[in-house]
C-alpha cells in the first residue's frame, strides 16, 4: 500500500481512483492517487494521509 499526505481544505471521494479537493477559496482541485499534485497555498489547510491498496 501507498500512503501520501496531502495539504487541503476539503476532501470529497469521487471513487476508487479519483478524489475531489477543495481551497480556501472554494476553487475545485481534481487530481488521481497515483498522481497526486495537489498543491495549494493557504496557511490552515489539514493533512490528511491516504492509503490506496495496490
Same mark, same amino acid.
Given at each position: 500500500? /501507498?500512503?501520501?499526505?496531502?495539504?487541503?481544505?476539503?476532501?470529497?471521494?469521487?471513487? /476508487?481512483?479519483?478524489?475531489?479537493?477543495?481551497?480556501?477559496?472554494?476553487?475545485?482541485?481534481?487530481?488521481?492517487?497515483? /498522481?497526486?499534485?495537489?498543491?495549494?497555498?493557504?496557511?490552515?489547510?489539514?493533512?490528511?494521509?491516504?492509503? /490506496?491498496?495496490?
Amino acid at each position: 500500500m /501507498k500512503s501520501m499526505k496531502l495539504f487541503f481544505k476539503d476532501f470529497h471521494l469521487v471513487s /476508487k481512483e479519483c478524489f475531489i479537493v477543495t481551497d480556501y477559496l472554494g476553487h475545485f482541485v481534481r487530481d488521481f492517487f497515483d /498522481k497526486v499534485q495537489v498543491v495549494l497555498t493557504a496557511h490552515s489547510f489539514r493533512v490528511l494521509t491516504i492509503v /490506496k491498496e495496490d
